[in-house]
């Protein structure tokens, strides 16, 4: 996929899907770990260490494993704001 097709899924899915990865912020801030499913991938988000990580794992055999690290940031409002665009992005890459 090139970066540019990754780009338009990001932001239509920041748009679309805003208020679901809002509920999934609150759920992993509260419990430091969440797992969801998308399309032929397990995504494992996980606050540790100062950052927020995503790792998403291949349901089938011929597609790539790969994740994303974000700092943490201070403010609970920035917190929820990284974690959204921190979902948006891992699901883009999945598509």
């Known amino acids: 996929m090139t970066n540019r097709k990754m780009m338009e899924y990001f932001l239509c899915f920041l748009d679309e899907n805003r208020s679901r990865y809002e509920e999934q912020a609150q759920i992993l801030l ?42 943490i940031p201070n403010k609970v409002e920035q917190q929820i704001e990284e974690l959204v665009q921190l979902f948006a992005k891992s699901e883009a890459a999945c598509k």
Do not use: M
Not at 31 to 44: A, S
């Open 30 to 71: 509260s419990e430091k770990e969440l797992e969801t499913q998308v399309k032929n991938y397990k995504i494992n988000y996980a606050v540790k260490d100062g950052v927020f990580s995503s790792e998403a794992k291949p349901l089938s055999k011929n597609l790539n494993h790969f994740g994303f690290e974000v700092p």
